[in-house]
């Protein structure tokens, strides 16, 4: 199963993290499918986030399972977190 969550980056006491699709076997620093973007918590409140919506979108219409922290994170961009496919709305 491909899980989308954060793969911590940085060094101490300076926290930077890497969206990715991975597989849910791998460590949490493991082997990355996909990178999808970047967080980085201490920058200011413009500059601290970085998403791909559109592949984040497509892993969550095959099926990818998104972490709950990356769930508030994708809200935040305004991508819609539940898995599966998305139904078009007609115009």
């Not at 969550?5 to 597989?23: Q, S």
């Not at 990178?35 to 559109?54: C, N, S, Y």
């Not at 099926?63 to 994708?74: E, I, K, M, N």
Request: proline share 8%.
């Amino acid at each position: 199963m491909v899980v989308l969550r954060l793969k911590r980056m940085g060094r101490r006491h300076r926290p930077f993290y890497r969206l990715n699709a991975m597989d849910k076997r791998s460590p949490r620093d493991g082997r990355v499918i996909e990178e999808l973007g970047w967080f980085d918590p201490i920058a200011p409140e413009d500059k601290q986030l970085k998403i791909k919506v559109d592949r984040v979108d497509y892993w969550l219409s095959v099926g990818a399972q998104p972490s709950r922290t990356v769930c508030g994170l994708l809200k935040r961009v305004g991508c819609d977190p539940t898995p599966g496919k998305k139904l078009e709305a007609k115009a």
